[in-house]
């Protein structure tokens, strides 16, 4: 038998995936893949429950639902401060896994380099790869997460094609700062280089720090392919309702890409979403409290329990050091953890291109009463 594609040999299976297979394994509290266990908000379940009464059943058009794509320009046009013209600026996508795929198949081709930050979203060194294009990684330090602005011009003088850029990040949540954004603006523009974010966690910005959206900078719009999902804003993960907004070129080219690896997003999904993309601004504030409070709940926590960890700036996770502990392996730890004290967390080092293996990722989207049982069972850790 001839061997199977090369490609698959440059990166593994998903470890975050994989924990939560983990914690189901061994009824562990599911702090390791990041989704919510509470309802997503009324107005999305009604409209659910009417989507599947009324329809549609059939195809949307490929790149999205018309009535999701004009809703969700008028939503995002107020909080990028860009102009989005619903027909040529956006595809839909499922969930931003696909649109960050579809953006890295656009943009690349065979070769080409592609700037990542580590640690990053695991996805993102397979979707080059799956791209034919090779990753280069720049460091984001701790305890900042700050990132050496003459080794990432380094990085741009390799002439890659793209750069990848999660913000606000995980795992570490950072938020970047509007000055950051504007230095990798000017070496982007300087070097002819595309950037991919992801900002599925744009809502989830603990203050004072705030979200630039990088497609709204100075000469951004046309380099900067913006990817995001309706996951996290609205509690909905299972539903994967991604989307890719962009300059018309760029989505030109992203809505052949999206046709022939999906054709599109779940119809009814998209109609029933609609009801989320109707909210009133006040929902985010909202949503962003929530957030502010399950932050505080569980690093309150960790705090009693004395673990240390790094204070996260947005999104929903933190990056808990375990050196204490003494264990030489990250995810053996992890596994152990699950199975001995019952809460599932992320081994660390499947988000770092460097050898780290002495941080955990925990997130805290889940009710305030799973957070507290997760507490009372890492107290165990100490004993
Ligand atoms: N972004 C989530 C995490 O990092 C997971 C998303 C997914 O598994 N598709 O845990």
Redesign the pocket.
């Known amino acids: 038998m001839q061997k199977l594609s090369n490609r698959l040999d440059y990166f593994t299976e ?1 470890v ?2 994989e924990m939560t297979r983990v914690a189901n394994k061994y009824g562990a509290v599911n702090l390791s ?3 919510p266990d509470f309802d997503p908000p009324r107005e999305l379940i009604d409209s659910l429950k009417e989507a599947a009464e009324k329809g549609p059943h059939q195809y949307e058009v490929t790149w999205g639902s018309k009535e999701f794509r004009e809703k969700l320009a008028k939503k995002q046009e107020k909080f990028m401060g860009i102009s989005i013209n619903p027909d040529e600026n956006i595809v839909v996508t499922c ?1 931003s ?1 696909e649109a960050m795929m579809v953006a890295m198949m656009s943009a690349c081709n065979p070769g080409d380099k592609v700037i990542v930050f580590s640690p990053f ?1 695991e996805n993102y060194t397979a979707d080059t790869i799956l791209a034919g294009a090779e990753p280069i990684y720049v460091p984001l330090v701790p305890p900042e997460f700050n990132f050496d602005r003459e080794e990432l011009r380094r990085a741009f003088e390799k002439k890659p094609k793209a750069l990848v850029l999660c913000n606000p990040s ?1 795992p570490v949540g950072k938020v970047f700062t509007r000055e950051e954004l504007l230095y990798i603006s000017e070496l982007a523009k300087e070097y002819d280089t595309f950037v991919i974010t992801d900002e599925v966690y744009e809502h989830i910005v603990f203050k004072p720090n705030k979200h630039t959206y990088l497609s709204s900078l100075p000469g951004m719009f046309e380099r900067t392919v913006s990817c995001s999902s309706l996951s996290k804003t609205y509690s909905i ?1 299972g539903w994967r309702l991604g989307y890719i907004i962009a300059s018309k070129d760029v989505i030109n080219n992203c809505k052949k890409v999206h046709d022939f690896l999906t054709v599109g997003a779940a119809a009814p999904l998209q109609k029933a979403a609609c009801a989320g993309l109707s909210l009133e601004e006040s929902y985010y504030d909202e949503l962003n409290n929530i957030y502010e409070k399950k932050k505080k709940l569980f690093l309150n926590g960790l705090d009693e329990i004395g673990l240390k960890y790094f204070e996260p700036q947005g999104a929903y996770y933190v990056l808990v050091d375990i050196s204490e502990f003494g264990w030489k392996d990250d995810y053996e730890f992890c596994k152990w953890m699950a199975k001995e004290i019952g809460v599932a967390a ?1 081994p660390g080092s499947s988000f770092f291109k460097e050898n780290v293996n002495n941080y955990i990722r925990f ?1 805290f989207a889940k009710k305030d009463e799973t957070l507290i049982e997760a507490i009372e069972r890492l107290k165990k850790l100490k004993k």
């Open positions: 998903s975050i995936r893949q990041g989704f969930g896994t979203y995980n993960t992320v997130h």
